[in-house]
């Protein structure tokens, strides 16, 4: 039996690890991989931040980081074995010359230098600044970047361009969490290794494809960041086009990073523009107002504590998505994402052609269509909706819609499913960018999103209202109303 593939060790510097990313998510998914022995031995984890901590009062920190956010008992163990890879500096990360604290603590002989930013963006600079200054970056070093990148493609350009000035292209892991989910992955999977799929994967057999992300949170706190930002640019531009270009991307030639990078950016160059003439037939704009979550009051997006009672940012997104190229012809993509929804979900929803010819009027005037619903969350699984024979000796056949279901956690009990998080960390130390996002992508992307928002700013209509606790505006059913369809609820 052959031994696990060995990686290099590395110095994981985490800047900005006592905030909130750091305390919820990276500490998090460190500790799991630990409990999962992933992380190679002599791996060390250093936070930065500008507190004036020491090693024994940032492990404080982390352990007290695990018991509020791990949601899974803690095994000392494990913890014990974790906690002796900690360590913390303090820098002031707008003070070039601190950089050079990390000396004593690195070793770029033995380790790889990942540093990991997570930190608000005006920081890059002085952090790009402050490592290549402090002379231990090396060719193998790398740096990860979280979003948002920039609110349009001019500031990304910006913030690249700082970043470029020090790591090469193949140095930066771009994060969006949403590509290390499993069912994300599994999308490859299903389309290029299943010929059920992958045959039947275009204009021919699909007749349209929805994707909605929703939260039942409102804004918690976030108030200012959001409000500058609004949901088109905070989840379609990342993590709902994101999903579109998996599912509408050509195979690729094999699963190296290059290969898959190349198709997604096929598929954004093939997204037809919204613009002006056409932004109000293929968006909808909401803001929600107070209503009602499970039982509960919820305030407004206007009541909200620090809230500008003026705002027009919206908090909810609609949009017809047409792709111009020979596979998607005629197949529109519906997407939608909003705050304070009904419930917490994130789903796929593939409906296939109806047959043009029914012989089973007795149970449908219409036969339904095929729905393939891919759950991203809560719930990892797949199913598939079908027709089927209700059982019985009557004299007519009596057709039912059911589904095959696979749901991950029970289909592979065995195996450990892991969070976004855990497995984009662990491929970022390991050096393997296929899961990250390339500048060109990132551009891509903007350059779509930014045609609708400034046409959006043009027209200075306010955003269509919907309770808290609702599916959106009634503006968002009538997107897709037009076109003979409706939403899956």
């Not at 609708?452 to 808290?468: G, R, V």
Request: aromatic content about 10%; hydrophobic content about 40%.
């Amino acid at each position: 039996m052959k031994d696990k593939k060995a990686f290099k060790p590395c110095d994981l510097v985490l800047f900005g690890a006592l905030g909130d990313l750091s305390r919820r998510k990276l500490l998090i998914s460190l500790y799991r991989l630990e409990n999962a022995q992933l992380i190679e031995p002599d791996t060390r984890i250093i936070g930065v931040d500008r507190h004036a901590h020491d090693n024994a009062q940032f492990i404080d920190i982390a352990y007290k980081s695990l018991q509020e956010f791990l949601n899974e008992a803690m095994d000392e163990v494990v913890w014990k074995r974790f906690s002796a890879r900690l360590a913390y500096l303090q820098i002031d990360l707008t003070q070039t010359e601190q950089y050079k604290l990390l000396k004593s603590v690195t070793d770029s002989k033995t380790r790889v230098l990942v540093n990991y930013f997570a930190v608000s963006p005006f920081l890059f600079k002085n952090i790009c600044q402050g490592l290549h200054q402090s002379g231990i970056l090396t060719e193998e070093s790398r740096m990860v970047m979280e979003k948002p990148i920039g609110h349009n493609l001019k500031s990304s350009k910006e913030i690249n361009d700082v970043v470029a000035n020090v790591f090469s292209e193949k140095q930066v892991f771009r994060i969006d969490h949403y590509l290390g989910k499993e069912t994300v992955l599994n999308l490859l999977a299903l389309r290029f290794a299943n010929s059920i799929f992958t045959t039947n994967w275009n204009h021919n057999t699909i007749d349209h494809i929805q994707i909605t992300v929703a939260e039942e949170v409102g804004i918690e706190g976030r108030w200012d960041y959001f409000d500058k930002t609004g949901q088109l640019r905070d989840m379609v531009q990342n993590h709902l086009l994101q999903i579109l270009t998996f599912i509408a991307m050509e195979p690729p030639v094999n699963l190296e990073a290059e290969s898959i990078h190349n198709e997604k950016i096929k598929v954004l160059k093939a997204l037809r523009p919204i613009t002006l003439n056409n932004v109000e037939e293929k968006t909808v704009r909401g803001q929600y107002s107070a209503g009602y979550l499970k039982g509960k009051a919820v305030p407004g997006y206007l009541e909200e504590e620090g809230a500008n009672t003026e705002s027009t940012t919206e908090s909810f997104v609609a949009l017809r998505v047409d792709i111009d190229n020979w596979r998607w012809a005629g197949v529109p993509f519906y997407l939608r994402t909003g705050k304070a929804m009904l419930s917490k979900r994130t789903e796929i929803v593939v409906y296939f052609k109806q047959l043009p010819h029914n012989i089973f009027s007795d149970s449908f005037r219409e036969l339904p269509p095929n729905k393939l619903i891919i759950h991203l969350q809560p719930n990892e699984g797949v199913e598939i909706e079908m027709l089927n024979k209700i059982p019985g000796i009557d004299e007519h056949i009596k057709l039912k819609k059911t589904k095959l279901d696979l749901s991950f956690s029970e289909a592979f009990k065995k195996s450990r499913i892991f969070g976004g998080y855990e497995k984009l960390v662990l491929e970022a130390m390991r050096g393997n960018p296929t899961l990250f996002l390339s500048r060109e992508e990132i551009e891509q992307a903007w350059t779509w999103i930014d045609s609708i928002q400034n046409a959006w700013q043009h027209l200075n209509a306010e955003p269509k209202s919907y309770p808290a606790g609702t599916w959106g505006p009634v503006a968002s059913v009538a997107l897709i109303a037009r076109d003979g369809r409706a939403w899956e609820e």
